[in-house]
């Protein structure tokens, strides 16, 4: 069956910073799943926080920490991003580089980029109760975004200035779980804006290009008495 289990920071002081917010405890699980396999079993772990692109191109991802960071927008073109090497398969990790303590992902349409348990770790060190954020911008170089309807032309999609922020989806799950009392499977969603510059002069335009982001909850159950959520 599905069990969730509980990961343990080896750092005391983050055990302590985690065992006073029931939210950021809660965040520190994977999702695991026996099944049968070719009568054998087999076990599944799986991050809690999943981004699949739902759109009809390749995005770009960058990963930080700290939401004050602000990623390059020319990480892919740039010879300062040190890739990271492929698998034994010889099959592309789909996390591209490395810089300045920023992943960069490439996440094709339909694909799933699981959300690593080090990111939130990372996060939790800082000052406050970070998880993690997210900036995301298309990739101009596939033939989808290059289409005219996009009237993108010679200008370029950088990140946006304000990421997804694993911490306020965490927040607005506790939020939306303290409204409601019975069994529910919550979606909300929220506004990505990409700043687009001119290819002449790099001046910024004033219409960004916009994404919708949904977020999806598995439904959220009330825990017995002796528990926390």
Known sequence: GKHFVELIPRSL??????????????????????????????MTISSLFELVNKTDHPLFLAVNPDPRHFPKHNCFEDDSIHPLSSDSEGDTDPVLGVEDDSAYVKLDSDNVFSIPYLLLESALRLKGNHLGSIWIRPDQDSSSIDDPLFGLGSSRVGYPSRPIQLAKVLHESSIIFKHNDTLLSNATSLEVSCPIYSGVDNDKKSTPFCYVVEVKRSPLVKATQSEKP
């Open 13 to 42: 002081s983050l055990q302590a910073k985690v065992n006073g917010d029931w939210r950021l405890k809660n965040a520190l699980h994977v999702l695991t799943e026996v099944n049968s396999v070719n009568g054998g079993r087999r």
